[in-house]
């Protein structure tokens, strides 16, 4: 409890700072990888527009929740600041309930998301590899399972400490350090999300504005993703079983 009080806080900022360094030199290293996804000919949804309202309202919660968590970490919340980073965790709990109810069918694992992750999605290469993916390729399956256990666990442990602060006794120093380690490993994931959306994977954030993606974008990235081709074609969907190929290869419709 001790070593939390005197040390936690400068551990997370440390952890946080770190992490974004590690993002920074691999945009140095290897930059933007893929085909990038602009405002013109984006035909296929991708989200509707639930799916993407409860993104935000999911995204901002947790920003909420993660910045009044940290405000806690160096000054006596307020009673406000207190009732804020509460509520924003229930609401962050609750749309990763209905997040999980809505898209779980799309992220089980299938045979051919062993090839994405053999070649970790070619994120430490600077070669442009068209690996087999479906609507989520497998590294967002992971991210997907990970922040839907890690609500389970804030909210488990939140609760402990919410009624340690209204009963006034002092908070077990176990339960405390779970609950800050798990905020601070979702807060990292969420950082490495960012900079997929907007470096790594350039323009990927533009979907969240119409939901939609061109033809282009979904062979490249997703190619085992079954749709609907707008030009009444039937599918995108590649060969599962075949191996990476230059993105000079990639199937074409």
């Known amino acids: ?24 030199i691999h945009y140095i290293k290897r930059g933007t990888k893929g085909v990038q996804l602009d405002d013109s000919n984006n035909v296929i949804e991708r989200f509707t527009r639930f799916e993407r309202t409860l993104h935000n309202i999911r995204a901002l919660t947790f920003t909420i929740a993660a910045i009044s968590g940290l405000v806690f970490l160096f000054i006596e ?7 804020m980073h509460n509520i924003s965790g229930i609401l962050f709990f609750t749309t990763s309930v209905i997040t999980f109810f809505l898209w779980h069918k799309s992220f089980w694992f299938k045979p051919y ?4 992750l053999q070649h970790l999605g070619g994120y430490l290469t ?40 209204i009963t006034e006794t002092e908070a ?3 339960i405390l350090i779970i609950h800050a380690g798990t905020a601070t490993l979702a ?6 999300h960012i900079y997929l959306s907007l470096w790594a994977n350039k323009g990927t954030w533009r979907v969240l504005k119409n939901g939609k993606v061109s033809v282009k974008w979904a062979q490249s990235n ?12 039937p599918s995108i969907k590649a ?8 993105s000079k290869n990639r199937v074409s419709i």
């Not at 998301?113 to 994405?116: A, G, L, Q, R, V």
């Not at 997703?222 to 081709?229: K, L, Q, V």
């Open 187 to 192: 807060t990292i994931l969420v950082v490495g």
């Open 222 to 233: 997703h190619p085992n993703w079954e749709i609907e081709n707008p030009k009444s074609k």
């Open 239 to 246: 060969n599962s079983k075949s191996k990476p190929k230059p």
């Open 126 to 165: 600077k070669q442009s590899l068209s690996l087999p993916a479906g609507k989520f390729n497998a590294g967002q399956k992971i991210f997907f399972w990970i922040t839907i256990l890690l609500p389970i666990f804030l909210l488990a442990t939140g609760i402990n400490l919410f009624i340690s602060r």
């Open 172 to 174: 077990d120093g176990t």
């Open 113 to 116: 998301d062993k090839s994405w």
């Open 1 to 24: 409890m001790t070593i939390y009080e005197n040390f936690g806080g400068a551990i997370i900022i440390s952890l946080l700072i770190l992490s974004v360094l590690v993002l920074a």
């Open 77 to 83: 919340g307020t009673v406000a600041a207190g009732m």
